[in-house]
């Protein structure tokens, strides 16, 4: 993602997401726990029903990985490919 490209908070209701900074830093929010500072080599679990989002440190683009389970939000990155043809 960009360097201030921010992910608003949201809900996966039945989904688990698992998130691997591999490169960047910023802050992932979460309602029970507050803000949490992540940089490259950090792994985030997101529970189902979480309240959750990201906010990149601004200086550099964030490389990450993004995993669900079970499958089904990744999809939305599809219809935004598909759209930007």
Request: without cysteine.
């Amino acid at each position: 993602m960009s360097k201030n490209a921010a992910v608003a908070d949201h809900v996966h209701d039945k989904e688990w997401e698992f998130l691997a900074i591999v490169e960047g830093a910023g802050e992932l929010s979460r309602k029970a726990s507050g803000k949490v500072p992540v940089n490259g080599a950090t792994f985030a679990a997101v529970k189902p029903g979480e309240q959750h989002g990201f906010k990149p440190a601004g200086d550099k683009p964030t490389y990450a990985v993004q995993m669900y389970w079970p499958p089904g939000p990744e999809q939305r990155f599809k219809k935004l490919a598909e759209s930007n043809k």
